[in-house]
Each structure stands twice: as C-alpha cells, then as structure tokens.
C-alpha cells in the first residue's frame, strides 16, 4: 500500500510540474495576442499535494487522471487550430475537375448495354461500332467483350465480330 502511495504521489507532483509548464506556456501565448484556457489548475495541483491516506489516495487516483485528460486536451487543441489553418491554405488552391464515372441507379449497366448492342445485331457486331454507339473507350470495350465471353454471353464469329451466344 505504501508503494502505491508513493508512486501516486510521484505522479501527483509530475503532473502538478506539467500544470505549471503548460501555464507558463498559456501565458507566453496570451502576450503573443492568442486566446488561453483560464489557469484553474494550480489549485487542483495544490490539492493533490495533501498528504495521502486510504480514501483519500483513490481521490488522487482520479485527481491525476482529470489533469492528464485537461493536459492532454490543452496540447490537441494547438494542433487542430494548425491543421485548420493548413487545410483553409488548401482550399484555396484552385480544384481541377475531373470527370467522373457514370453512377447506375438501377439503370442497366455497361455490360447490359453492350450486351444488349450485340444481341440486337444480326451478322455480329465490331468493336468499333460498339465504341461509337456506346460512347465508350477501346479499353472499356474490351474489358466489357472480355467479361461478357467469360460468362459465356457472347462468343467471337471472327477478329473483332461478335455476337450473342447461342443456347
């Protein structure tokens, strides 16, 4: 129990010298003109220097850990107030558009339609000709022909000729 009570009141006075460095800190900040949390903790600090006896080591259990979340929030508030500043110099660059996939809601897919493209031809179709009717890229062409002779959708007449597989 003493070994508790003594490491307790180590952290105690760790924490109580933390306070006073982040106070000094708050006010070198409100000399510089920025805004600083009001200095309430030198009284907290105060407090967990009282000597220590069993109901009163689990109060500076929770003393501790209440200046530890107030350090800890003191020293995150810097930084968001940085990065906000850094994304705010981020926006203002100007944003280069770039065109965006198509978005099916429900609507029939690339594949239905190129699908659909080859079934009502009756002597096949070209690649070509699914590329000017579809509006689509040679790639994305391919990539549809490819997954379409894989399901066994379609099958090749000749090079580039395709038509609707037979059942």
Not at 2 to 24: F, G, N, Y
Not at 58 to 70: E, F, M, N
């Amino acid at each position: 129990m003493k070994d508790v009570q003594k490491k307790l009141k180590a952290i105690s006075t760790t924490l109580s010298s933390l306070v006073k460095q982040m106070e000094k800190m708050a006010e070198a900040i409100e000399k510089e003109g920025g805004k600083a949390a009001p200095a309430k903790k030198a009284k907290a600090a105060k407090k967990a220097k009282a000597p220590a006896k069993k109901a009163k080591a689990a109060k500076k259990a929770k003393a501790p850990a209440k200046k530890a979340k107030a350090v800890a929030k003191k020293s995150k508030a810097a930084p968001k107030k940085k990065a906000a500043k850094k994304k705010a110099a981020k926006k203002k660059a100007p944003a280069i558009a770039k065109p965006k996939a198509p978005v099916n809601a429900g609507g029939p897919t690339m594949l239905d339609s190129i699908l659909g493209m080859i079934s009502r031809s009756r002597s096949g179709i070209t690649v070509e000709r699914l590329k000017k009717r579809a509006g689509l890229e040679a790639r994305q062409v391919s990539n549809a022909l490819y997954k379409l002779t894989q399901k066994g959708k379609i099958e090749t007449l000749s090079r580039g000729l395709y038509v609707k597989k037979k059942k």
